[in-house]
């Protein structure tokens, strides 16, 4: 099967720039989950959905951050104005419905830079 | 709530060494355990997880972890270490049965010395 799909690989923006990630997640992969990855850090999540619907944006900052999944396949994340500290990895991941506590597939990440 | 405690940043060992990556967790009910890899410029893919059963689990490329309750700790460990084994290692937790969320700790950078 195909793997998540993430683009671009990589972005360099100025601060106060904005910028859209995309996500297509595995085929028939209800949830959806957009993580964060600060050099020397672990994967935070930032938003989860199910179908079109948000289950957990409790860490997204939502100021600046913004992710939709209109028809429930396909996903943006937006950052809006960026910041110094937004550079980070962005990896989108999916899993089927009630399936995601037994682990879920990764993209390859966005590496996103802001200068 | 769950979480995941990774005692070591960075782990230099030379090829063809033994070597062991820690990772404590913390959970007020039963987990599942995970270890993901990420090797350099390419995403998380899982190396070997826990559900239930066997608390010793293995990968295909000669990784194992031991589940143990009593030390809540989920140590990976590898009799003999590649040079293409230089990667991040990421242990993680979930909550069975709760939501579909996955907990990662900070990372272990493994470092293969030739």
């Known amino acids: 099967e195909a793997g998540v799909a993430q683009s671009p690989r990589y972005k360099i923006i100025e601060k106060r720039q904005s910028v859209a990630f995309w996500c297509n997640p595995i085929s028939g992969h209800a949830t959806l989950y957009w993580y964060q990855q600060i050099l020397g850090q672990g994967p935070k999540l930032l938003i989860q959905?199910?179908?079109?619907?948000?289950?957990?944006d409790s860490q997204l900052p939502k100021d600046r951050f913004s992710a939709e999944r209109l028809k429930g396949v396909d996903s943006t994340l937006k950052i809006q104005p960026a910041k110094l500290e937004d550079s980070a990895v962005y990896l989108c991941?999916?899993?089927?419905?009630?399936?995601?506590?037994?682990?879920?597939?990764f993209g390859s990440g966005t590496r996103l830079t802001v200068v | 709530a769950q979480s995941v405690t990774q005692l070591d940043s960075q782990v230099p060992v030379f090829e063809e060494a033994p070597v062991e990556l820690r990772c404590n967790y913390s959970s007020s009910v039963s987990v599942y355990l995970f270890w993901y890899v990420q090797y350099p410029n390419q995403g998380l893919q899982l190396l070997l997880k826990?559900?239930?059963?066997?608390?010793l689990v293995e990968s295909i490329n000669g990784f194992e972890a031991e589940f143990n309750k009593s030390q809540t700790s989920f140590h990976l460990r590898k009799p003999s270490v590649h040079i293409s084994d230089t990667a991040e290692y990421f242990c993680?937790?979930?909550?069975?049965?709760?939501?579909?969320?996955?907990?990662f700790g900070k990372g272990t950078r493994l470092h293969i010395l030739p």
């Open positions: 991941a999916s899993s089927l419905v009630g399936r995601g506590n037994y682990g879920y597939t």
């Open positions: 993680a937790v979930s909550a069975p049965g709760r939501d579909d969320k996955i907990i």
């Open positions: 826990y559900l239930s059963g066997s608390t």
């Open positions: 959905f199910q179908n079109n619907g948000v289950v957990d």
